[in-house]
């Protein structure tokens, strides 16, 4: 059984350009969250969603940062006219339900804006 | 709000010594506080888990971690460093609810092991 998937694993973009990160959940699971990992720091919670649905988007920046779970496809965290902050590694979670229900890390995408 | 911190972003052990990684959290109702590891170039990985139920918490590659109330902390030990321990390791806390699991992180804390 994959574990979750996420890609690309490494992604270099200008400023102004468009970024889009992948994450497909393990079989079966219907519930994926995104968190952001800024250099020398601990992980931060953006969104997280079920299948055609966002159900808490509390950590989401208000502007150029989307998120969506369609019904079939991977999860897609879209960032908009990038800027040098936005440099990170974007990690996503997927569970089998919501509550507890332990979360399984992807590998990461790092994204570098220059 | 919840938080968690990780006191020492560093810890260096000899292999063979005890491991003790700190974690205190903040919360306002009874959280649940998780410990994670995270190998280089990889995604984070379950050790354990508090739910309320035992305070002392067993989990995978000899690791455990006691949850003590009064002192707000929920400390991950291992009686003898390998050195494929290792790693980075994260302790994060989650509200008690069913309202799914939004995870709040400490800032980590790389563990490096001397032979």
């Known amino acids: 059984n994959a574990g979750v998937m996420q890609n690309p694993r490494h992604l270099v973009r200008r400023r102004g350009q468009e970024a889009r990160l992948r994450c497909s959940p393990m079989?079966?699971?219907?519930?994926v969250y995104w968190y952001r990992q800024l250099p020398e720091e601990g992980l931060k919670f953006m969104v997280y969603?079920?299948?055609?649905?966002?159900?808490?988007e509390s950590g989401m920046p208000k502007e150029r940062f989307s998120a969506e779970f369609p019904k079939e496809g991977p999860s897609i965290l879209r960032i908009q006219q990038v800027v040098r902050g936005d440099s990170a590694a974007y990690f996503c979670?997927?569970?089998?339900?919501?509550?507890?229900?332990?979360?399984?890390f992807g590998p990461g995408t790092r994204l570098t804006v220059t | 709000a919840q938080s968690v911190t990780q006191l020492g972003s560093h810890v260096s052990v000899s292999e063979g010594a005890l491991v003790l990684l700190r974690c205190n959290y903040s919360s306002s109702v009874p959280p649940y506080l998780f410990w994670y590891v995270q190998y280089p170039n990889q995604g984070l990985q379950l050790l354990l888990k508090y739910t309320s139920a035992a305070t002392l918490v067993k989990g995978i590659n000899g690791f455990e971690a006691e949850f003590k109330k009064s002192e707000t902390s929920f400390h991950l030990t291992k009686p003898s460093a390998h050195m494929s321990d290792a790693a980075e390791y994260f302790c994060a806390v989650s509200p008690n609810n069913n309202a799914g699991n939004m995870l709040t992180f400490g800032g980590g804390t790389r563990l490096m092991v001397k032979p």
């Open positions: 969603l079920q299948k055609e649905n966002i159900i808490d």
């Open positions: 979670a997927s569970s089998p339900s919501g509550g507890l229900a332990e979360q399984y």
């Open positions: 079989k079966g699971h219907s519930h």
